[in-house]
């Protein structure tokens, strides 16, 4: 089963980072946060993916051509142009189909764009942003079942948000007892992690967001919540990328293909 990755997006958000690199480049740890995706769904066996490219594209690309460089040993014949890579510490193992779907083409229908490059009945599609300890193989079980028993054709993940703001709490007095910086919300949101059957494939537009498409699909009843109760960040902002640093320093809760 192939992986979609929204990579394309200029991340507005984040610009003190993304004025000179698209967004999954954005370093935790070292490392591209696409890297940190990859290596995700790689734990679970799924490591063929598709990227849906645009703005500053040219990056992603240079990265993955040149990273066994970087990565292995390796003897360089400059006046034959070969290279002969004599250790090869590679532990990346990615089939990855880079797509250039354009810098302004919305999200559903950079989807549409490379769904000629899915053959199987199932795809999974994710941001390029986010990071999760989600149990990839369980997500799958949860929507088969969902398949078989209701007929919906498209489960997301519902995982908890932490709030950016701080959250008080007050006694009778208004003094306040307890402050909780980022309290992790009750609500659920729409978590990136994504699965499809080939059915689906309609309903992804020219000219439309992927959460378009969700709503689409909601009012068909055609989609389901898989409930993620544990560790999601999405990076959004300057603060989320310090943040996740930090967590990747200390005990790095998403890093499940990690011994640590």
Known sequence: MKTIILCGGKGTRLREETEFKPKPMVEIGGKPI????????????????????????????EFFLNLSAFTNDFAFDLSKGEINYIKNNMYYD?????????????????????????????????????????????LIKFHNLQYRKYKTIGTIAGVH???KYGKI??????????????????????????????????????????EDTLISMVKSSKISQYTHDGFWHSMDTMKDVIDLNRMWESDKPWAIWDDK
């Not at 066996?45 to 690309?61: A, H, Q, R, T, V």
């Not at 490379?114 to 053959?119: A, C, M």
């Not at 942003?129 to 369980?138: A, Q």
């Open 161 to 163: 948000p932490s709030s």
């Open 169 to 210: 709490v007050c006694n009778k007095k208004n003094v306040i007892k307890i402050f909780n910086e980022k309290p992790v919300l009750n609500d659920y949101i729409n978590g990136g992690f994504m699965i499809f059957e080939s059915k689906a494939k309609r309903y992804f537009k020219e000219g439309e967001m992927l």
């Open 34 to 61: 696409l890297l940190h995706i990859l290596n995700i769904y790689a734990y679970y066996g799924y490591n063929e993916f598709i990227l849906c490219l645009g703005y500053k594209s040219e990056m992603i690309k």
């Open 94 to 138: 990615f089939k990855i189909i880079f797509a250039e779907t354009g810098e302004e083409t919305l999200t559903s229908e950079r989807i549409k764009m490379v769904l000629p490059y899915i053959k199987e009945d199932q795809f999974m599609v994710t941001y390029g942003d986010g990071v999760s300890n989600i149990d990839i193989n369980n």
